[in-house]
Structures are given as structure tokens and as C-alpha cells.
């Protein structure tokens, strides 16, 4: 069955809470990726981003994956995987070495990084990822790109992800009941900024936000590096919830409601605009104003912005941030959103839309697929680098010691 050659092939699985999305993504000999298949299949089993239901998560990950080989014309045996949860945290640390021979090798930065992720963090959470922001030589500060360099003391200023060791296990064994091995679990939303964010956007600072069904996760990048990450638990099943409750109408057809005809500007409804709502039960259909529909989602979209605008102020970078605010995943496709999110952050907003890859752009450029196409673009990093970049300066044994130690106990 296997058409194209697998040593080419990258694998992202996106578990949502809403769907699950399997990429394959093939890389040319120029180092593009093009995607040449993609399986999604609504979830069940997961719930604010945590697994709830392991024979349901199996059941809609293999879904996902057998349509993705069968349009991608491939067997699919590993897969760089997103985790994302209100169990993740995330701290900045600090780590300082001696450089052995004067001149900094690949062993000293191992070392610095070492030093840096010595901190105490309880018994029940693991890193993820530690992320190499900038090195200092001496005195010399912003160094991106150590090796090489001349000094005495190195030193490094990481940003360090943990997550729930329980929480990532049940993905893991998720992942594995399929059949399949995880090469990586990479966090939604420094996965979602491959996607969507450009250089020089990270470079001036800026806040990704990806809204998904379970969970809204942030990531603040400046000077080119990831800087605070959070999670919060509201997103657009929240809103759809709200619908079901105040328009007295069943989950799946407050959620079709929402996508058709929701605005999260009520001002921006035209107040002759009217909408079909089915009732429960036996009761007939009704007619509502389109604004009666955005006065209820109005609210549940500005608390979302106000909690986020409040954990950018907690994390310090709000007047870091020069680049604006980027909004993306499913819920941040709701009309007149961009318009309330500029009216709450007093910053540019726009839309992110996964971009830096060819193939079958009409399904891909998507918000939904941010998180499916950057870990494409992260595996791609990560495997055929010929140097270990900034985000994985432990290079590629120290994914395989980190993934073992997921696996351990696991079964
Ligand atoms: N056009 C649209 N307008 C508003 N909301 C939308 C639209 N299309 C999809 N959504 C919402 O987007 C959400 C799904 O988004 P997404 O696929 O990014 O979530 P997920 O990745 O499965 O979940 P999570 O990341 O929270 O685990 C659903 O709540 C859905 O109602
Ligand atoms: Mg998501």
C-alpha cells in the first residue's frame, strides 16, 4: 500500500477536544512541506483538552488516521502529537556553567541547559519542553547562537513547560492502542505558532491565542523567543452551551447556529435580521432576532478576551507585545470577534491562518488546522536540523529520554 517513500513523510496528530485532525505532510528535496493527506473525525473522549474516555479517544483517532492514509496513499507508524490542558504550566528559569575549553561547545550548552531545569516542580507534573529564550557570555547579553563563542561563564534563560505525567500518559496510550509510536508531544500552542506567526512578528512581540472547543491557549513570544505560555479552560463549547440554555434548543443545533448565523458584536447584527430556532421536544420552531443570538455570545466572548487580557497583564509582556494580538483556532471564526478583540486589548488583532506549506490549501488554510500544520512544521525542525535549533538545544536523544520516561508505566 505504501506509495511514497515514509522516510519523507511527517505525521502531526491534533487530539482537540472538538476533532481530531491527522496531517501527513511530504518533505520535497527543497525542504518544503507539502500535505498529500489529512483524516478528521469529530472527538469523542476528550474534554478541555484532557483525555476522559480512552476507547472513545481510540476510536476517533483511528478514524482520523485510517482516512489520512487512505488519501495519502501511506501507512502511518509514528506521529508528533499536540497536548494541551489546564494541567499545563509553564515558568521562566535560569541556568549558569563554566565553558570548559574557552570556547562554547555543544557539551557546555548541555550542561547550561541542565542547570537551568534544576527547580523544584511537584511530584505529579513533567517537562514538556524546555525552550532556550537567549544565552549570555560574560557579561554579553541576546546571544541566539552560543557555540563557538569565546568566554568563561555561560549562562541560559529557558521557558519551561510541564504537564500533568498522568495526563500525558493517558495521550500516550491513546496513541499507542492505534498501533502507532509518538515521536513527540508538543504543546498546542507552540505548535499552532509554527503555523501562524512569522519571524519578525516574534521578533517585535506578540500573543497567539488559539481558541479551540475546549480550551483557549496563549503563548507570548518577544525578541524571537517564547516568553509565558497559559491555558484557559473557555472556549466555544462554552458559547455553543450558552446558546442551547438561553435559545432553549438542542446542543447540535445551538452549535449549527452559532457557525451560521453568530456574531460577537451585537451592534454589527442588523436588527431586522431574524433566525429559525428549533425547540425541544415536540414543540414547534421558533423565530429570534439574529441579535437576540449575538447578545448571548457577546458576553461569553468578551469575559474569554477580559481573562486573557488579564493573564497578559499578570505575565508583565502587555506593553511588550508590539505586534498585536493573533487570534486563531475554530472559535476565532466567529464574526465581528476581531473587531470586539481590538475594542478589549486596545492592540492590533488579526486572524491567524496556517500558512508555510503547499498542498490542498482550500481544507488547510483553516484556523482550525493551526495545530495540525505547525506540528508538520516542528517535526520538520526537529528531525532533519543539522545543527539542534534554539527550541531543542538537547537535540534529538533528549526527546527520545523524555519520551521513555511518558512511556514508563504507561501500560
Ligand atoms: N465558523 C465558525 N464560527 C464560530 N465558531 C466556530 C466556527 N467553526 C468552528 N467553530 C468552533 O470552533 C471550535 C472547534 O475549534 P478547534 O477545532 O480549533 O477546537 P479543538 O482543537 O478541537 O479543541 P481544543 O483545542 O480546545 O482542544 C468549536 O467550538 C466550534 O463550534
Ligand atoms: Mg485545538
Given at each position: 500500500?505504501?506509495?511514497?517513500?515514509?522516510?519523507?513523510?511527517?505525521?502531526?496528530?491534533?487530539?482537540?477536544?472538538?476533532?481530531?485532525?491527522?496531517?501527513?505532510?511530504?518533505?520535497?528535496?527543497?525542504?518544503?512541506?507539502?500535505?498529500?493527506?489529512?483524516?478528521?473525525?469529530?472527538?469523542?473522549?476528550?474534554?478541555?483538552?484532557?483525555?476522559?474516555?480512552?476507547?472513545?479517544?481510540?476510536?476517533?483517532?483511528?478514524?482520523?488516521?485510517?482516512?489520512?492514509?487512505?488519501?495519502?496513499?501511506?501507512?502511518?507508524?509514528?506521529?508528533?502529537?499536540?497536548?494541551?490542558?489546564?494541567?499545563?504550566?509553564?515558568?521562566?528559569?535560569?541556568?549558569?556553567?563554566?565553558?570548559?575549553?574557552?570556547?562554547?561547545?555543544?557539551?557546555?550548552?548541555?550542561?547550561?541547559?541542565?542547570?537551568?531545569?534544576?527547580?523544584?516542580?511537584?511530584?505529579?507534573?513533567?517537562?514538556?519542553?524546555?525552550?532556550?529564550?537567549?544565552?549570555?557570555?560574560?557579561?554579553?547579553?541576546?546571544?541566539?547562537?552560543?557555540?563557538?563563542?569565546?568566554?568563561?561563564?555561560?549562562?541560559?534563560?529557558?521557558?519551561?513547560?510541564?504537564?500533568?505525567?498522568?495526563?500525558?500518559?493517558?495521550?500516550?496510550?491513546?496513541?499507542?492502542?492505534?498501533?502507532?509510536?509518538?515521536d513527540d508531544l508538543v504543546l498546542e500552542q507552540l505548535s499552532s505558532s509554527y503555523a501562524v506567526l512569522g519571524e519578525d512578528e516574534k521578533e517585535l512581540g506578540v500573543c497567539l491565542v488559539d481558541i479551540g472547543g475546549g480550551t483557549t491557549d496563549l503563548a507570548v513570544f518577544t525578541d524571537g523567543a517564547i516568553r509565558h505560555t497559559a491555558v484557559i479552560p473557555i472556549a466555544g463549547d462554552q458559547v455553543t452551551n450558552d446558546i442551547a440554555v438561553a435559545l432553549r434548543t438542542p446542543t447540535q443545533y445551538a452549535e449549527q447556529i452559532k457557525i451560521k448565523h453568530a456574531c460577537a458584536l451585537s451592534r454589527l447584527a442588523g436588527s431586522g435580521e431574524t433566525i429559525e430556532v428549533p425547540s425541544i421536544g415536540e414543540r414547534p420552531a421558533r423565530r429570534l432576532a439574529r441579535q437576540t443570538l449575538a447578545e448571548v455570545v457577546e458576553?461569553?466572548?468578551?469575559?474569554?478576551?477580559?481573562?486573557?487580557?488579564?493573564?497578559?497583564?499578570?505575565?508583565?509582556?502587555?506593553?511588550?507585545?508590539?505586534?498585536?494580538?493573533?487570534?486563531?483556532?475554530?472559535?476565532?471564526?466567529?464574526?465581528?470577534?476581531?473587531?470586539?478583540?481590538?475594542?478589549?486589548?486596545?492592540?492590533?488583532?488579526?486572524?491567524?491562518?496556517?500558512?508555510?506549506?503547499?498542498?490542498?490549501?482550500?481544507?488547510?488554510?483553516?484556523?482550525?488546522?493551526?495545530?495540525?500544520?505547525?506540528?508538520?512544521?516542528?517535526?520538520?525542525?526537529?528531525?532533519?536540523?543539522?545543527?539542534?535549533?534554539?527550541?531543542?538545544?538537547?537535540?534529538?536523544?533528549?526527546?527520545?529520554?523524555?519520551?521513555?520516561?511518558?512511556?514508563?508505566?504507561?501500560?
Open positions: 500500500m505504501s506509495r511514497r517513500g515514509e522516510k519523507n513523510l511527517l505525521i502531526g496528530l491534533d487530539i482537540g477536544t472538538s476533532k481530531v485532525a491527522c496531517l501527513v505532510g511530504e518533505l520535497k528535496a527543497d525542504d518544503t512541506i507539502e500535505i498529500v493527506g489529512i483524516g478528521t473525525h469529530p472527538s469523542r473522549g476528550i474534554k478541555k483538552g484532557v483525555v476522559v474516555d480512552i476507547e472513545s479517544t481510540v476510536q476517533s483517532i483511528q478514524r482520523a488516521v485510517e482516512e489520512a492514509e487512505l488519501m495519502a496513499g501511506c501507512e502511518i507508524h509514528s506521529v508528533h502529537a499536540g497536548i494541551a490542558g489546564s494541567h499545563i504550566r509553564s515558568l521562566n528559569s535560569h541556568g549558569i556553567t563554566a565553558i570548559k575549553e574557552r570556547e562554547v561547545s555543544q557539551a557546555d550548552v548541555d550542561r547550561v541547559i541542565d542547570a537551568a531545569r534544576a527547580v523544584a516542580i511537584p511530584a505529579d507534573q513533567k517537562i514538556l519542553h524546555i525552550l532556550p529564550q537567549e544565552f549570555i557570555i560574560d557579561d554579553q547579553e541576546g546571544i541566539r547562537e552560543p557555540i563557538g563563542m569565546c568566554g568563561v561563564r555561560l549562562e541560559a534563560r529557558v521557558h519551561m513547560v510541564t504537564g500533568a505525567v498522568s495526563a500525558a500518559q493517558n495521550i500516550v496510550k491513546c496513541i499507542r492502542r492505534c498501533g502507532l509510536e509518538v458576553p461569553r466572548y468578551e469575559e474569554l478576551l477580559d481573562l486573557l487580557k488579564a493573564e497578559l497583564r499578570r505575565s508583565g509582556f502587555e506593553d511588550l507585545v508590539a505586534g498585536g494580538v493573533v487570534l486563531t483556532g475554530g472559535s476565532s471564526k466567529m464574526d465581528g470577534l476581531l473587531d470586539l478583540a481590538e475594542e478589549v486589548f486596545h492592540m492590533p488583532v488579526r486572524l491567524g491562518i496556517p500558512q508555510y506549506l503547499t498542498g490542498m490549501e482550500e481544507v488547510i488554510r483553516n484556523p482550525i488546522h493551526s495545530t495540525g500544520v505547525g506540528l508538520l512544521i516542528y517535526a520538520r525542525q526537529h528531525r532533519f536540523a543539522r545543527r539542534p535549533p534554539m527550541s531543542e538545544a538537547r537535540g534529538i536523544k533528549a526527546i527520545w529520554e523524555r519520551m521513555r520516561s511518558w512511556f514508563q508505566g504507561s501500560f
